[in-house]
């Protein structure tokens, strides 16, 4: 089992930074492929990044590539989402979740994905 609990969102003006924490207990990270996903209001979840378990390979949508890093530390057990030249339309509740896999392929579909934290609210004022 992974519990994951993110923190780090919060209320920021367009063009600013947010960096999201997730923060993951129980069973190391190692041998989990982690992603971000977030929703907005009215909207369908949505994935943004991922990242390999070992941290070699990385994804991202193209509305955010370029903006945000997606990074992990494996011995502290942490994910991170550096986020840079915040939109309003990235306001959104941003959830931090893991699947098992050894493999560097990044999965970005929500259900292939076994565990999911509680989310954190990141809104991007215009």
């Known amino acids: 089992q992974v519990q994951l609990v993110e923190s780090g969102g919060g209320l920021v003006q367009a063009g600013g930074s947010l960096r999201l924490s997730c923060a993951a207990s129980?069973?190391?990270?190692?041998?989990?492929?982690m992603g971000w996903f977030r929703q907005a209001p009215g909207k369908e979840r949505e994935f943004v990044t991922g990242?390999?378990?070992?941290?070699?390979?990385?994804y991202y949508v193209d509305s955010v590539s370029g903006r945000f890093t997606i990074s992990r530390d494996n011995a502290r057990k942490m994910v991170y989402l550096q986020m840079n030249s915040l939109k309003p339309e990235d306001t959104a509740v941003y959830y931090c979740?893991?699947?098992?896999?050894?493999?560097?392929?990044?999965?970005?579909?929500?259900?292939?994905?076994?565990?999911w934290g509680q989310g954190t609210q990141v809104t991007v004022s215009s």
């Open positions: 990242i390999s378990w070992s941290g070699s390979s990385t």
């Open positions: 979740a893991a699947r098992y896999s050894w493999i560097d392929q990044i999965a970005t579909t929500a259900p292939v994905y076994a565990y």
């Open positions: 129980g069973r190391t990270l190692n041998g989990y492929a």
